[in-house]
């Protein structure tokens, strides 16, 4: 997810400020009882958000706050984790755990990227970009969260729409290509 690394850099860009909030632990744990507290300016408080692959055999912990949440519509991503787009958060590698390894990493053959899956049932957990952060879909997110995306994990913007296999019709930004470039206009299209 070649664009997404570079939140890395641009964090302080409008809708990208981390978002935090709070999660009771054994709640968090349950998955479909999830809470938690916005706090507006506390930056002591922190998120933690567990979530299972599919089998139940591996948990993956997420700590803190994602440096980037996006729709890619890029063919990297598109191949790489066979789906029509990839909704997902970007994570510095720190903030990102797994707590039972039956993992299988998998190297991209030509690029600098790996997806970590569960060996068991083979849910991605996260891929790995060539900056060293974590990309974890919202699929997995999603599910933990027992099927709502919140706002710390909702995407902000759409990426590489120029490259897109399914159009979409909500209120985000598509750029074309990376967020430093053009967005797509539906009216001169
Ligand atoms: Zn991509
Ligand atoms: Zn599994």
């Given amino acids: 997810m070649a664009v997404l690394v570079d939140g890395e850099r641009k964090h302080s860009q409008p809708g990208l400020n981390p978002q935090y909030c709070r999660v009771q632990g054994s709640a968090a744990r349950a998955g479909r009882h999830y809470r938690y507290h916005a706090a507006s300016t506390n930056a002591e408080t922190r998120m933690m958000l567990r979530a299972n692959c599919l089998c ?3 948990i993956l912990t997420l700590k803190g706050a994602p440096v980037a949440r996006a729709i ?3 063919s990297t991503c598109r191949d790489f984790y066979a789906s029509a787009m990839l909704s997902a958060t970007a994570w510095n590698a720190e903030a990102v755990e797994v707590e039972q390894a039956t993992t299988t990493v998998f190297q ?3 690029k ?6 569960c060996s ?3 849910d991605v957990l996260f891929g790995t970009n060539r900056l060293g952060m974590r990309v974890v879909p919202n699929a997995l997110v999603a599910r933990a969260l027992g099927g709502a995306l919140t706002e710390p994990f909702a995407p902000t913007m ?3 729409y ?4 399914v159009d979409v019709i909500d209120a985000l930004p598509k750029f074309l ?3 430093d470039g053009p967005t797509y206009d539906a009216a001169s299209a």
């Fill in 112 to 117: 600098q990227l790996s997806k970590t899956f």
């Fill in 72 to 74: 890619c519509h890029c």
């Fill in 120 to 122: 068991g049932c083979g």
């Fill in 177 to 179: 290509d990376g967020w």
């Fill in 162 to 165: 120029r490259d897109r296999i």
């Fill in 56 to 58: 139940g055999s591996t």
């Fill in 158 to 160: 759409h990426l590489f």
């Fill in 108 to 110: 991209h053959p030509h």
